[in-house]
């Protein structure tokens, strides 16, 4: 992360720490969201959470496959994940982002500062107090770094749902425990042919009698013994059709996502308003 939470994984997930950067790797997202054209993917017969194009079935086994569908299921099914829409949240670092997920269109603003970008064409224009400022230093700037924002922001919202996304290798890892002592079930994600840093890892700890994600541990080497980091996946609300969590704490801090929203619309002008908006 950086010193604000940000973590990278695939393109560059930009980690959240008290101080220290540090880089990850994480599948892409929206590969089971939309077509090419953006228009919304048919609802799987029956609610069914079919795996994402790339995604490693080879390498995958079949119990960890059955606890991300049990995931999926719970946090409000596969339909229900791709007539959500709309997503919004406050990230670690101040930020607060819209992403529509039928179109693309990603939208960041901290304080006066407004980002408008769309991550499939990687076209996008920054403002700062209402002017466009693209073309400027901090504008080319802020614009590079859209994307592996909008990959690590909407990562640490939406994790549970990319469970079998392109790119993911799911094993099934045994039973384990919370930091709570409590029981969980330990499913580990690695990558093959995605994102810039492929050896990262991750664990992501199941609650055996709610089936939902509880916790989860990030590994910047998947040889690695011991986690860069290991935090909560709690503090489940509905949000529209799906449940989200906001509670990203580690016993030691209160670190959480703010302000999230998630719907089947999108309002009128909202994503390329050049200037700050009320949060939704």
Same mark, same amino acid.
């Given at each position: 992360?950086?010193?604000?939470?940000?973590? !990278?994984?695939?393109?560059? +997930?930009?980690? !959240?720490? +008290?101080?220290?950067?540090?880089?990850?790797?994480?599948?892409?997202?929206?590969?089971?969201?939309?077509?090419?054209?953006?228009?919304? /993917?048919?609802?799987?017969?029956?609610?069914?959470?079919?795996?994402? $194009?790339?995604?490693?079935?080879?390498?995958? #086994?079949?119990? =960890? /496959?059955?606890?991300?569908?049990?995931?999926?299921?719970?946090?409000?099914?596969?339909? =229900?994940?791709?007539?959500?829409?709309? /997503?919004?949240?406050?990230?670690? #670092?101040?930020?607060?982002? /819209?992403?529509?997920?039928?179109?693309? %269109?990603?939208?960041?603003?901290? &304080?006066?500062?407004? =980002?408008?970008?769309?991550?499939?064409?990687?076209?996008?224009?920054?403002?700062?107090?209402?002017? &466009?400022?693209?073309?400027?230093? #901090?504008? $080319?700037?802020?614009?590079?770094?859209?994307?592996?924002?909008?990959?690590?922001? @909407?990562?640490?919202?939406?994790?549970?749902?990319? +469970?079998?996304?392109?790119?993911?290798?799911?094993?099934?890892?045994?039973?384990?425990?919370?930091? @709570?002592?409590?029981?969980?079930?330990?499913?580990?994600?690695?990558?093959?042919?995605?994102?810039?840093?492929? #050896?990262?890892?991750? $664990?992501? +700890?199941?609650?055996?009698?709610?089936?939902?994600? $509880?916790?989860?541990?990030?590994?910047?080497? =998947?040889? %690695?013994?011991?986690?860069?980091?290991?935090?909560?996946?709690?503090?489940?609300?509905?949000?529209?059709?799906?449940?989200?969590?906001? &509670?990203?704490? &580690?016993?030691?801090?209160?670190?959480?996502?703010?302000?999230?929203?998630?719907?089947?619309?999108?309002?009128?002008?909202?994503?390329?308003?050049?200037?700050?908006?009320?949060?939704?």
């Amino acid at each position: 992360m950086r010193n604000i939470p940000v973590l !990278l994984n695939i393109p560059v +997930l930009l980690l !959240l720490t +008290l101080g220290a950067a540090t880089t990850a790797c994480q599948p892409q997202l929206a590969a089971t969201t939309t077509a090419k054209s953006g228009s919304p /993917l048919p609802v799987a017969a029956g609610g069914t959470y079919p795996a994402a $194009e790339g995604f490693d079935a080879a390498g995958s #086994d079949a119990r =960890a /496959l059955t606890l991300a569908d049990q995931v999926m299921e719970k946090m409000g099914g596969y339909g =229900a994940w791709q007539q959500t829409r709309l /997503l919004g949240w406050d990230f670690l #670092d101040g930020s607060y982002q /819209l992403w529509d997920k039928q179109t693309g %269109d990603f939208r960041w603003q901290k &304080d006066s500062t407004v =980002a408008v970008y769309n991550q499939q064409t990687k076209q996008g224009k920054a403002f700062r107090n209402g002017r &466009d400022i693209s073309t400027t230093p #901090d504008g $080319e700037k802020l614009l590079s770094r859209m994307y592996p924002i909008w990959v690590n922001n @909407s990562w640490w919202l939406l994790m549970p749902f990319k +469970l079998k996304d392109s790119g993911v290798t799911l094993t099934y890892n045994g039973p384990g425990q919370l930091m @709570s002592g409590q029981p969980a079930e330990v499913l580990t994600m690695t990558f093959k042919n995605v994102g810039v840093t492929p #050896d990262n890892k991750y $664990e992501v +700890l199941i609650d055996p009698q709610t089936k939902l994600v $509880e916790e989860w541990a990030y590994f910047p080497k =998947a040889t %690695d013994a011991q986690p860069a980091f290991r935090r909560r996946w709690t503090g489940y609300q509905q949000y529209g059709p799906i449940l989200l969590a906001t &509670d990203r704490s &580690d016993g030691k801090d209160s670190r959480g996502l703010g302000h999230v929203s998630a719907s089947t619309t999108v309002p009128a002008g909202l994503m390329q308003n050049p200037k700050p908006v009320e949060k939704l």
